[in-house]
């Protein structure tokens, strides 16, 4: 069974960047497709940034241009850099893998962006 871990979530002012992490268990990391999503409060959960194992990547309208997922399959990690935050970034991230059909999401980490 597959576990994540997110670390890299925190307080950051409007304007400033983080770098969020996710560490999956297991030896099966790069067959994997990989996403980020994000609930903000009273919010539906919605799809940030996907990768797959291939390398293609997809990202949300609203954060096109700021953000950026990456993955290191040497390291089991899936990565999102956020750079030009705003308020509206505000929300728990959660990260996600797919494999063979089945579906692992991690415990998720908040970020917290001030005005």
């Known amino acids: 069974q597959v576990q994540l871990v997110e670390s890299g979530g925190g307080l950051v002012q409007a304007g400033g960047s983080l770098r969020l992490s996710c560490v999956a268990s297991?030896?099966?990391?790069?067959?994997?497709?990989m996403a980020w999503f994000r609930q903000a409060p009273g919010k539906q959960r919605e799809l940030v940034a996907g990768?797959?194992?291939?390398?293609?990547?997809n990202y949300g309208g609203s954060v096109k241009g700021r953000f950026t997922i990456s993955r290191d399959n040497a390291k089991n990690t899936v990565y999102l850099q956020m750079n030009s935050l705003k308020p509206d970034d505000t929300a728990v991230y959660y990260c996600?893998?797919?494999?063979?059909?089945?579906?692992?999401w991690g415990q998720g980490t908040q970020v917290t962006v001030s005005s």
């Open positions: 996600n893998g797919a494999w063979f059909g089945k579906t692992v």
């Open positions: 297991g030896s099966i990391f790069s067959s994997g497709n």
């Open positions: 990768i797959t194992n291939g390398g293609i990547t």
